[in-house]
């Protein structure tokens, strides 16, 4: 249900009393407050890593392979290079915090770009943009990255341009969907009769109305695409073998599970609270926007 | 005895953060078996909430009252389990909304068996893991005595063919047989008494007719009892026997429909039969009672008309009297306290406006004594 | 539109996307640099050699030759046969997916059977102790990796429970409990994530459910609360948990993937990865398009159960 809101003060064409809600919200439920904590904490982590680890990631001390969290100068421990972990796992926040950000940006201006188009103008354009859509969405994720890495190697962007592909079809039809209740509201009808064009119709009022659950299925996304960023660098598919993805430390530690088992598990626990913290922090969104829960997405 | 005796009843819904909303504050009622009593006011005015409480379907309201008695026995002292028994069996309830008020995955006819088989005295059981059975893995029969039952309730009230309607869904059907199936699921249980919350409201006017007739008939037919409750004067001209107006929380009259119409005593029910369109040619103006109805949270103390009211005066603030107009007509108003006749109370003081609505925000009454001379 | 035309239609867009998706990787895959010759004879073989081995494959003909080739085989339900082993495409999937449906299976199947009663209690006790439990682990579900939820797995359960092998895969035909013994943890890994986008859904499709007029009605009949939950509630509450159920069955995939990995089990996911390495197109091929088909009549299937179930549709517009 969207209303036309006209005059009132918008940021992002989200209405700001909503942002007021949104304070509320957080304020007032610690599930919320845990999420942005989380949030925030993690965005800090992977700016300012370079300043605040205690360690070169790459650096590698002989002497302390394998060192258990705790046991030394290396609160979290070392790897089987001797590299520590807690600084690997602050350079590797920068990488995963880019590369869902930077996958769901992609994936969201496509998509929504493409949901607008087909919902606003119907007919044969929206039949044809959601076959294409259909199309990219039965093209499983995995087997783009494989490919990509297979054809232009190992490299972050292969990683992100696999996830960008499958989230496109979420946000487009989303998108389509918002479009297509929108259109036919009343204050649409009336700029089309005072003779705004389509293109500025489509971005001046049914954008901003749309915003509200874009915004919050951009943000499970992210959480996702985390998820989805690890399982491919645990694979060892996409990030060169070095770059220490929390993922990819994941995956380092698969084969020494029995003797150093915090290679694999705190990276872990590292990934499961901050994809947490985003989680929780969308869902305060959505209740802040008022948005119905739409199938597909948690 | 009445069936349905209300004394003093007061409904308060909490309310997060904010004052506590007193819905309902001062409403007595006595529906007679066998009658049609109609329960009139405007939106807002607690009717709905009324309805509502006789079910005990008001989660989480405060509900007070001197007496609530149906049959004799205080409905707000017995158990949820007694009041299911109660539910469905000796009061059925008839809803405004069809469409959302019936499931829309269960067969019509499903719907009304189910109460048959619960309330009615048919052999056929009706445990859950038997309801659950019929519903997921069998179907009900439609050799089974509820649903030959409920075939035989939608011809009663009207449907034609009746097999085939009770197979179809809800949302297959017309506005008018949704409402018929409504009247027919709260007649399984064989009931005394039927609360129905503006069951016309959201129909046409022809369909509306048929549907009153239809509950004039049954009434008569089944000797039941049905409290009707609608904001439309005209419906209550056609079909009840008796009327209580309601106001903003409170009872402003009550008494036969005869009485009322003829001999209206509360300025509140004067002014709204003079509010009805003549019919015919007009020369364009309506007449309305200016100003709009308070807030629950903002009423004035005493008579929660007192701000509209064009014979208002200064003991209207003080709690609502009761004077017997005549046998059975009640009015509650103090211009009859001092126990005379009173002075006849007319709004033609106030203006009529131009093609307005009632109930539209504007200029409140003049308050003028109620010393004037002609009728309103 | 009648139910059969609409089957139909969704039939041929189904055919188009699979065709669009097949002819999508036949020209990717042949886009990777290297020669799947070369590959097989080994680094320093002569170009005579591997010439002769491309034109044994029929590597050495035009693309365009290749590719109706292929199309005219695919049309005869040929799928053909692997570049390196010469066995058969469709039978070295099949043998290859075994283990990776049995986990998909046992873990949705485990998922929807907690999931579903988990929802529904979380609703009718919302703001309650289950409902926070439930909530919470739901939440936490959808936050893990299915891949660490199989370390760990692996690490507790799997080393303290003898009876449970932490490594491979046991096929059904060695016997159920075997079989089951083996896929158990993998499902569960596999599972819970799905069981809390499930339990979330649920969850709130019950609450929203809960709050309709007709559960009113139901009360103002008399009857008694759990007839109403049970009979009146429940299936307008699974009917959105439905489509959602299987739509997100195409996403297990990549996390079955990697759980294959932590488990040392040769599912699919191996057998797709090594056959891109090895440019062993005929395979990588073919299993594109079996995954495409699954995605996509997956998702026609569960329009259609949809369809079934919601009586607007099935029995359309009203009088």
Not at chain 3, 21 to 27: D, I, Q
Not at chain 3, 33 to 55: E, F, Q, S, W, Y
Not at chain 3, 58 to 86: C, H, K, N
Not at chain 3, 162 to 182: D, K, M, Q, R
Request: aromatic share 8%.
């Amino acid at each position: 249900m969207s209303t036309d809101y006209g005059d009132a003060d918008t940021f992002l064409g989200v209405r700001l009393d909503r942002f007021a809600r949104l304070r509320e919200t957080v304020a007032g439920d610690y599930k919320a407050t845990f999420g942005l904590t989380t949030v925030v904490l993690f965005v800090l982590a992977a700016v300012f890593a370079p300043e605040l680890a205690p360690y070169d990631p790459m650096a590698q001390e002989y002497a302390i392979m394998q060192a258990p969290s705790l046991s030394s100068a290396h609160p979290l421990g070392t790897d089987s290079f001797g590299r520590d972990l807690l600084a690997r796992m602050m350079f590797g926040a920068r990488i995963s915090l880019g590369v869902s950000l930077g996958a769901v940006t992609i994936g969201a201006v496509v998509g929504v770009s493409l949901g607008v188009v087909a919902g606003y103008f119907g007919g044969w354009v929206d039949d044809a943009l959601m076959r294409f859509v259909d199309v990219l969405w039965a093209f499983p994720w995995l087997l783009i990255a494989i490919m990509l890495v297979a054809v232009f190697g190992q490299g972050v962007w292969n990683v992100v341009a696999a996830i960008a592909f499958a989230y496109i079809d979420d946000f487009a039809r989303l998108a389509r969907g918002e479009v297509l209740s929108i259109r036919e509201e009343e204050f649409v009808l009336a700029a089309k009769n005072v003779g705004l064009g389509d293109v500025q119709i489509m971005v001046e009022e049914v954008l901003p109305n749309a915003v509200a659950p874009l915004i919050v299925q951009f943000t499970v996304l992210v959480a996702r695409a985390m998820l989805a960023e690890s399982t491919l660098s645990f694979l060892g598919i996409g990030v060169k073998p070095t770059t220490p993805t929390w993922g990819a430390l994941l995956g380092q530690g698969r084969s020494l599970i029995g003797q150093a088992w915090w290679i694999s598990i705190i990276p872990g626990i590292a990934i499961v609270i901050t994809v947490l913290g985003i989680n929780l922090f969308g869902d305060a969104l959505r209740d802040a926007f008022d948005v119905r829960g739409e199938g597909g997405s948690p | 005895m009445s069936l349905l005796d209300i004394e003093d009843l007061a409904v308060t819904f909490p309310v997060d953060g904010g004052p506590d909303v007193p819905a309902v504050d001062g409403v007595d009622l006595q529906v007679e078996p066998g009658e049609i009593h109609g329960l009139v006011g405007e939106s807002g005015s607690g009717k709905s909430v009324t309805a509502r409480s006789i079910m005990r379907l008001l989660d989480g309201a405060a509900v007070s009252a001197d007496r609530f008695d149906y049959r004799g026995e205080d409905l707000y002292a017995k158990s949820e389990t007694e009041m299911r028994a109660i539910r469905g069996d000796e009061i059925g309830m008839v809803f405004q909304d069809s469409l959302s008020a019936l499931n829309p995955v269960m067969t019509v006819g499903e719907q009304i068996a189910e109460v048959v088989r619960h309330h009615g005295d048919v052999d056929e059981s009706a445990g859950l893991l038997s309801e659950l059975r019929r519903k997921y893995v069998t179907g009900t029969s439609k050799s089974a005595p509820s649903w030959r039952r409920a075939v035989e309730l939608l011809e009663t009230v009207g449907i034609p063919d009746p097999e085939e309607i009770a197979t179809s869904y809800p949302h297959q059907l017309s506005g008018g047989q949704r409402q018929r199936v409504m009247i027919a699921s709260a007649l399984g249980g064989d009931p005394s008494l039927i609360v129905a919350d503006e069951p016309t409201t959201a129909l046409d006017v022809t369909v509306e007719a048929g549907i009153l007739d239809e509950l004039r008939r049954l009434c008569d037919e089944f000797d039941v009892a049905i409290l009707l409750i609608t904001h439309d004067l005209g419906v209550v001209a056609e079909t009840c026997d008796r009327v209580t107006v309601m106001y903003s929380g409170s009872v402003m009259e009550h008494g036969t429909t005869d009485q009322l119409f003829e001999n209206p005593a509360h300025p509140y029910t004067k002014g709204l039969l003079r509010s009805i369109p003549e019919g015919g040619p007009t020369d364009g103006e309506l007449t309305t009672i200016p100003g709009s109805a308070p807030e629950p949270t903002d009423r004035p103390a005493g008579c929660p008309f007192r701000d509209r009211c064009p014979a208002a005066f200064d003991a209207c603030s003080d709690p609502l009297p009761e004077h017997v107009v005549d046998g059975g007509h009640v009015a509650r108003c103090h211009l009859y306290t001092d126990g005379d006749d009173p002075d006849e109370v007319t709004w033609d003081a106030t203006a009529s406006v131009d093609g307005a609505t009632n109930g539209t925000a504007g200029e409140t009454a003049e308050r003028t004594p109620a010393t004037e001379v002609t009728d309103g | 539109m009648g139910i059969q035309r609409y089957v139909a239609k969704r039939t041929l867009q189904a055919i188009l996307v699979i065709y669009v998706v097949a002819t999508a990787v036949f020209v990717a895959i042949r886009s990777i640099p290297g020669d799947p010759a070369r590959l097989i004879l080994g680094g320093d073989a002569d170009a005579d050699a591997i010439a002769a081995v491309r034109a044994e494959l029929g590597l050495d003909e035009p693309i365009y030759v290749q590719y109706a080739r292929w199309m005219a085989d695919l049309a005869r339900g040929d799928f053909g046969a692997s570049i390196y082993t010469g066995e058969p495409v469709l039978a070295r999937i099949a043998g290859a997916a075994e283990p990776t449906l049995s986990i998909g299976l046992v873990g949705i199947s485990i998922a929807i059977l907690i999931a579903i009663p988990a929802g529904i209690v979380s609703a009718t006790r919302r703001d309650q102790w289950e409902d926070y439990v439930a909530t919470g682990v739901a939440f936490l579900g959808i936050s893990m990796p299915s891949f660490w939820i199989g370390i760990v797995l692996l690490l507790t359960v799997g080393t303290a429970v003898p009876a449970i092998p932490s490594y491979g895969y046991a096929s059904i035909s060695e016997g159920v409990v075997p079989w089951l013994s083996h896929v158990i943890l993998p499902a569960t890994a596999v599972g819970l994530p799905y069981a809390g986008i499930i339990t979330r859904m649920t969850r709130s499709s019950m609450l929203e459910v809960l709050g309709e007029d007709y559960m009113q009605t139901a009360r103002a009949k008399g009857l008694p609360p759990r007839l109403i939950l049970f009979k009146h509630g429940l299936q307008n509450a699974l009917m959105p948990v439905v489509t959602v159920a299987g739509i997100l069955f195409a996403l297990l995939l990549g996390g079955i993937v990697a759980v294959e990995m932590v488990f040392g089990i040769q599912g699919f996911g191996r057998l797709l990865i090594r056959s891109i390495e090895r440019q062993d197109f005929p395979i990588v091929q073919g299993s594109v398009i079996v995954i495409s088909i699954i995605f996509v009549f997956m998702n026609l299937f569960v329009d259609m159960l949809y369809m079934s179930i919601n009586p607007k549709i099935k029995y359309g517009g009203g009088a």
